[in-house]
């Protein structure tokens, strides 16, 4: 028992050295005989003065879908094809794109997509070879997987509002959506106009009644996809790509789409490039996840282009958190011509640098671990509110904001978090050797798991929640000890070896007093032989809780301690409980 309490005051200490923001409060590190004890009366209080923002909440516990861009010229210079995708590691891919021709869908690089031989493609004519034919063959070889067609994307959206112009033009279009997945295979049509009532490319055909008429084409749609799934007894699936600017998002009559949708595919990425003007007066991050503090973009750009703000806007509009699905990109941005203040971060430049992966700014993920970082005087550094790298060379006048392992797993903890539906993410030839994917794969469907028996607390009957912990066969016999708290700023903290996916709270503090007692059995202790463990939330002594923490997340992550003498270690996955 000394042990468990050693390393329980050891890490509280740790964390809150770490956040400087809570007091240390003795009473908080009490031996564990006093953890024992019932809990006061004094808890109910706490809870209800740690009410925080409300945070999108699901209904009931679903794995998270991780959705992957796989873009049809990645067969070219890439050199990235459809059977080198890992699709043990994702549930669904989106194939980018078909087109918009004469009012009806079509494909968009015939060769790469329906011509291409592969080892084992026939030679007959008409027979269906090329990067279609190997989506089918993965999905034979990955019984789960699902594939979309994404119709449209940056550089095909000018055809969109003529398409969905007329009742009689969403008809047509919306048959030709169903003709084409079912001709080659396909499970769903994701539809990537960028953007409805304008803000896409230049010379695209917009018109104000745009938002109205893609409604109605989704709806159509939708019509046409339940049809055909009834006679073949399946569900086929219907998804949108949406702008991240709360601008762009707002054009789009989501009470109305939320519920003709599969889910939601926010673009959470490209916040910031080198484009100058006012949005971009200087380098800046391309995928930050909270506001930073320092960021010279005006307002209110400067406080909205932020993941965490971009998904607040989705659910403030009723779209719940099991339709989201965030996006991560395997990609970085890069400033040329960078001035030196700030190690290049806020600093003035003057355009896209001079080089780029496959277009000048634009870098892929590997390409960067490969030739920018240590190299040719670049330098990693990192950001707190961001929770995002960035990579500035004084010599060569370059500052890249990308990806990497530790940002895109924080990321995908907040996934969690945040109760989303899942991933998504552009795209899979930005990361050939799947190391950012494994990560997220990791985090929301492998990683060291705590689970839950329930999603949801009981405000009028709070029950017992059971918590199982898996460290998995390596680590029995290990400490681990259980945190959880109720701020909604997530992720958190950085511990030795790892980054615990909780920010530390005075109910992080309340609830280490609280550790194995009868309200928090288990929440520090020794894994077993098979690496596992158990342990609970149980509030069902309290008789009621106040309503005031409806709809507010219990966060809930476990440390793992790698030996005796140290705390470096891993963090689990999030579990997240929601009062109801």
Aim: proline share 5%; charged share 20%.
């Amino acid at each position: 028992m000394r042990i468990w309490h050693h390393y329980a005051v050891r890490l509280s200490v740790r964390l809150l050295a770490d956040t400087k923001e809570i007091p240390l409060l003795p009473a908080f590190l009490s031996p564990v005989s006093r953890m024992r004890h019932p809990l006061s009366l004094a808890l109910p209080v706490a809870l209800l003065a740690l009410a925080s923002t409300p945070l999108g909440a699901q209904a009931a516990v679903q794995k998270p879908r991780i959705v992957g861009y796989y873009t049809s010229w990645s067969i070219y210079a890439r050199n990235f094809h459809v059977p080198s995708i890992p699709g043990d590691k994702i549930t669904h891919i989106n194939f980018a794109f078909a087109k918009i021709v004469g009012g009806k869908l079509a494909v968009g690089d015939t060769w790469a997509d329906t011509q291409k031989f592969y080892p084992g493609d026939s030679w007959t004519s008409g027979t269906l070879r090329g990067s279609f034919r190997r989506l089918q063959v993965l999905k034979q070889k990955y019984k789960h997987l699902q594939t979309l067609i994404s119709v449209g994307g940056w550089t095909w959206s000018g055809n969109f509002s003529d398409a969905v112009l007329t009742s009689g033009s969403r008809q047509v279009f919306a048959k030709s959506c169903v003709a084409f997945i079912l001709k080659y295979g396909f499970d769903g049509v994701d539809l990537d106009w960028e953007y409805p009532g304008g803000g896409g490319l230049g010379g695209n055909t917009v018109r104000a009644q745009d938002p109205a008429n893609f409604t109605l084409f989704v709806q159509e749609l939708r019509k046409q996809l339940d049809v055909q799934g009834k006679k073949d007894s399946r569900r086929y699936l219907l998804t949108i790509a949406a702008g991240a600017d709360p601008r762009k998002a707002a054009k789009l009559y989501l009470k109305k789409l939320t519920g003709l949708l599969d889910w939601i595919n926010v673009m959470n990425y490209d916040y910031h490039g080198p484009w100058g003007g006012t949005g971009d007066p200087a380098t800046n991050f391309a995928t930050p996840l909270h506001p930073v503090k320092g960021d010279p973009t005006p307002l209110p750009n400067r406080l909205d282009w932020n993941c965490e703000k971009s998904l607040d806007y989705y659910f403030s509009q009723g779209v719940p958190a099991s339709k989201i699905q965030m996006g991560l990109a395997f990609y970085g941005r890069g400033f040329g011509q960078v001035q030196s203040q700030g190690n290049g971060l806020f600093a003035k430049y003057s355009g896209p640098p001079a080089v780029g992966t496959w277009e000048k700014g634009v870098f892929d993920y590997q390409d960067i671990m490969a030739n920018y970082i240590g190299k040719k005087g670049y330098v990693r550094y990192w950001n707190d509110d961001a929770r995002a790298p960035w990579v500035y060379s004084k010599t060569q006048r370059v500052m890249i904001s990308y990806e990497d392992k530790r940002s895109i797993r924080e990321k995908a903890f907040y996934v969690r978090a945040r109760g989303l539906g899942g991933a998504m993410f552009w795209e899979f030839s930005n990361d050939k050797k799947s190391e950012l994917l494994t990560v997220i794969n990791e985090v929301l469907h492998t990683r060291l798991a705590l689970s839950q028996s329930s999603t949801g607390i009981v405000l009028a009957r709070p029950q017992r929640v059971a918590l199982d912990v898996d460290g998995g066969t390596a680590r029995k016999g290990r400490l681990y000890l259980i945190l959880t708290g109720l701020t909604g700023s997530f992720p958190g903290l950085p511990l030795p070896g790892d980054n615990l996916p909780l920010n530390f709270d005075a109910f992080s503090a309340q609830a280490l007093g609280l550790a194995n007692s009868s309200v928090l059995p288990g929440f520090i202790g020794v894994l077993d032989a098979k690496g596992q463990a158990k342990a609970a939330v149980d509030f069902s002594s309290l008789g009621s809780l106040p309503l005031s923490l409806k709809g507010q997340h219990l966060s809930l992550a476990a440390w793992m301690i790698d030996g005796a003498g140290s705390l470096r270690g891993r963090s689990s996955n999030a579990a997240d409980l929601f009062f109801r």
